[in-house]
Structure formats: structure tokens, C-alpha cells
């Protein structure tokens, strides 16, 4: 009995502490907004610095596309003035209809607002055209540096409406930001300029819209987001040779083991990449370097 109410005990505490904790973390003075994922809470804190706190709803290492918010989720969410969330991420379809229902004081601002989005990547040609309506938009708008611009101006512009005594303060860090996403983006034309290949292949086809804004070719392994079938596979590994692709990009989100195989296959190498970082900018030209590398644009090679 007495062992029973200490650990009734030790759990209380447990309980208390862990709530005030919970608590401690977050600065009351404070005005909170959530946001999807890492990425963008990064965008937010180069505009607001530290005026705002900012609450993830995708823990790191989670795989947006299946992941589920848990109810505590749900009350971080409605102490929030803001939710910017992504747009057409997997669980934020469902989730967005059940927390405006409960938190109808939140406002919902959409992050692929005046984007010009595409259509899911595509790696299966002969079905694309019977099963058109299978495909969604690519959520994965954050790869692209010329779409966080204009999702940072949403952002920014949102900010100001609410927080007006902030305003030339978010405006001057806003162009800023925008400054170095430039700087970014004439680096990364800078760098694929002179590509021998124009192609990569990649397990979770994250990397459309970078592909698009940068004029190469993704092939992701994943068929209708899914683990591939044998007979996918052989379809990349005969990609793969063709257009004399040697590196296979990773997400740890998710599955590794097929893209290792492809890799092995066509007796090249797998490389791990991190859309998902938060720090973007640092992630992006990691991610750069890595795919220059992979097309062996190294001119004198
Ligand atoms: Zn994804």
C-alpha cells in the first residue's frame, strides 16, 4: 500500500512539474503561433526575431505525410493567434476542418497562398493519365527559395495586421531575409550552371519545386506514396543508368532500405538530406552542395 501511494505520489509530482514545465518553456508574454513544420518556424523567427513564441505541431523526425496531432496539439493550437500552416500537407487536410471547429479564434492562414503549385511529382507515366484524380498538389512548397519569399511576405504581411507597433521592425528583417534567400538562389544558379547532368533520384520526391526553379529532373523512388514494388524498382534502376544517376537521396523521415538497393544495384551511393531542418537556409545549401556532387558537375572531373 505504501509503495502504491509513493508512486501515486511520484506520479503527481511528475504530473505537476511536467506541466509546469510545459509552461515554464513558454514565455506568457509572449504571443504564440503555430506552425506546421521546422521550416517555418525558421521563416518566422527571421521576421519576429524573438517577439513571438512559435509552436510546431511536426515533431522533428516525424514524416508529415502520416502523421497524427495529438489532442495537447490541439490546445497549443487555439492559445495561438496564428496557425500558418503549409497548404496540402497529409495530415493537415483532416486535421485543419477539426481545429477550426474548436479553435474558431485562430486565424488559419494558408502558406502556398499566391504560389504556383504542381501537381504530386509523378515517376509513373502510363498511369498518370487514367488516374489523374489520385494525385494531389506537392506539398513540399518550402524546397523552393523563390516560394519562401512570397511565403515569408504572407507571413510578414499577416504578422503586421495584427502586431502593427512591430511593423518596421518585421519589414526591415523581412528584407533581409529576402536578401539572403537571394543570396541563396544566385549561388545555387551559380552552381548547377554548368551541370553535366540535369537529374537526381530521391526516395520521397520532396524536391519538385527546388527541381522546377532550378531546371532539373527529380526521380522519386516512392510510387504514389508508397514503398515501391519490384517492378518499380527495376523501372528506377533502369532510369537511374540511363541518365547516369550514381546518388540516391534519403530522407531519415523516412524508409532507407530501397533506395540503398537501387544504390547497390547501379553501384552507386545513397545521400541523406533534411528538407525537414529548421535551420532552411543552412539545410538548403547543404542540400545544394550535395546535389552538385550527385550530377558531378565538377567540370574538370
Ligand atoms: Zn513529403
Same mark, same amino acid.
Given at each position: ?15 505537476? +512539474? ?8 513558454? *514565455? ?10 521546422? =521550416? ?7 521576421? &519576429?526575431? *524573438? !517577439?513571438?513564441?512559435?509552436?510546431? %505541431?511536426? /515533431? ?8 497524427? =496531432? ?20 497529409? !495530415? ?9 471547429? %474548436? ?41 523552393? /527559395? ?5 511565403? $515569408? ?10 502586431? /502593427?507597433?512591430?511593423?518596421?521592425? #518585421? ?6 531575409? %529576402? ?10 544558379? !551559380?552552381? #548547377?550552371?554548368?551541370?553535366? $547532368?540535369?537529374? !537526381?533520384?530521391?526516395?520521397? /520526391? ?21 514503398? =515501391? $514494388? +519490384? ?17 540516391? #537521396? ?21 545521400? &541523406? ?29
Amino acid at each position: 500500500m505504501r509503495k502504491n501511494i509513493t508512486l501515486f505520489f511520484m506520479f503527481l509530482v511528475f504530473v505537476v +512539474t511536467g506541466f509546469a514545465n510545459g509552461d515554464g518553456k513558454k *514565455d506568457s508574454k509572449k504571443p504564440v503561433v503555430t506552425v506546421s513544420i521546422l =521550416p517555418q518556424k525558421f521563416f518566422i523567427e527571421q521576421i &519576429a526575431g *524573438d !517577439f513571438l513564441q512559435v509552436n510546431v %505541431i511536426l /515533431p522533428p523526425g516525424s514524416s508529415p505525410e502520416d502523421f497524427e =496531432p495529438t489532442s495537447k496539439q490541439m490546445t497549443e493550437l487555439s492559445n495561438s493567434s496564428y496557425y500558418f500552416y503549409i497548404g496540402h500537407l497529409g !495530415f493537415e487536410k483532416t486535421w485543419i476542418k477539426k481545429v477550426t471547429a %474548436i479553435a474558431p479564434k485562430v486565424k488559419y492562414i494558408s502558406c502556398s497562398k499566391g504560389l504556383d503549385l504542381l501537381e504530386d511529382e509523378c515517376t509513373h507515366g502510363e498511369n498518370h493519365a487514367k488516374n489523374k484524380q489520385v494525385h494531389g498538389t506537392d506539398p513540399h512548397i518550402w524546397t523552393s /527559395p523563390e516560394n519562401v519569399k512570397t511565403m $515569408s511576405r504572407t507571413i510578414c504581411a499577416e504578422l503586421v495586421k495584427s502586431y /502593427p507597433s512591430q511593423k518596421v521592425v #518585421f519589414e526591415k528583417n523581412l528584407n533581409a531575409f %529576402i536578401s539572403k534567400i537571394d543570396t541563396l538562389d544566385n549561388h545555387i544558379r !551559380f552552381m #548547377f550552371n554548368d551541370s553535366i $547532368s540535369k537529374a !537526381f533520384m530521391i526516395f520521397h /520526391p520532396a524536391m519538385a519545386y527546388f527541381a522546377r526553379d532550378y531546371h532539373i529532373e527529380q526521380y522519386g523512388i516512392e510510387f504514389e506514396g508508397k514503398s =515501391p $514494388s +519490384t517492378a518499380h524498382m527495376k523501372k528506377m534502376v533502369d532510369i537511374a543508368r540511363a541518365k547516369k544517376i550514381k546518388t540516391i #537521396f534519403i530522407q531519415s523521415q523516412f524508409e532507407t532500405a530501397k533506395a540503398q538497393s537501387i544504390a547497390r544495384e547501379i553501384g552507386g551511393n545513397v545521400e &541523406a538530406i533534411d528538407p525537414l531542418a529548421e535551420n532552411w537556409l543552412g539545410e538548403m545549401y547543404s542540400i545544394a552542395a550535395k546535389m552538385k556532387k550527385a550530377m558531378h558537375i565538377v567540370t574538370n572531373e
